[in-house]
C-alpha cells in the first residue's frame, strides 16, 4: 500500500515562503496526475495545483505566479513552493495522486499539512 507524507507547512508572515513536500512511500507506477489541494476551515476543499504525466502544469487563478508544482522522480516526491504567501493561503494542504494499472484506478491521499499565514 502506497503512503503519501506531506511535510513542510508552517506558521510563517504574508509575504513569506514556504516549500512543501509529499513523499511517496514505495513506488507508483501509472502516474495520471499529481495534485495539491487545500482546505481552509469552514470551506471546500480546493484544487491549488495539478502536475500531468506529460509535465503540463495548471493553478488555481489564486495562486498563480505565487505557487509553483514541481516533481523529483527519483525521490518520487512532489513539491509546492508557495512564495508571495498570503493570510488566505492559510488552510491545511493535501497531496494527491491519481493514476492507473493493470487492474484498476488508484487515488491516493496525504495526511495533510498546515500552512498558517500571519498578517
Known amino acids: 500500500q502506497v503512503q503519501l507524507v506531506e511535510s513542510g507547512g508552517g506558521l510563517v508572515q504574508a509575504g513569506g515562503s514556504l516549500r512543501l513536500s509529499c513523499a511517496a512511500s514505495g513506488n507508483i507506477f501509472g502516474i495520471d496526475a499529481m495534485r495539491w489541494y487545500r482546505q481552509a476551515p469552514g470551506k471546500q476543499r480546493e484544487l491549488v495545483a495539478m502536475l500531468t504525466s506529460g509535465g503540463s502544469t495548471n493553478y488555481a487563478d489564486s495562486v498563480k505566479g505565487r505557487f509553483t508544482i514541481s516533481r523529483d522522480n527519483a525521490k518520487s516526491t512532489v513539491y509546492l513552493q508557495m512564495n508571495g504567501l498570503k493570510p488566505e493561503d492559510t488552510a491545511v494542504y493535501y497531496c494527491?495522486?491519481?493514476?492507473?494499472?493493470?487492474?484498476?484506478?488508484?487515488?491516493?491521499w496525504g495526511q495533510g499539512t498546515q500552512v498558517t499565514v500571519s498578517s
Open positions: 494527491n495522486v491519481v493514476g492507473r494499472v493493470p487492474v484498476g484506478l488508484y487515488n491516493y
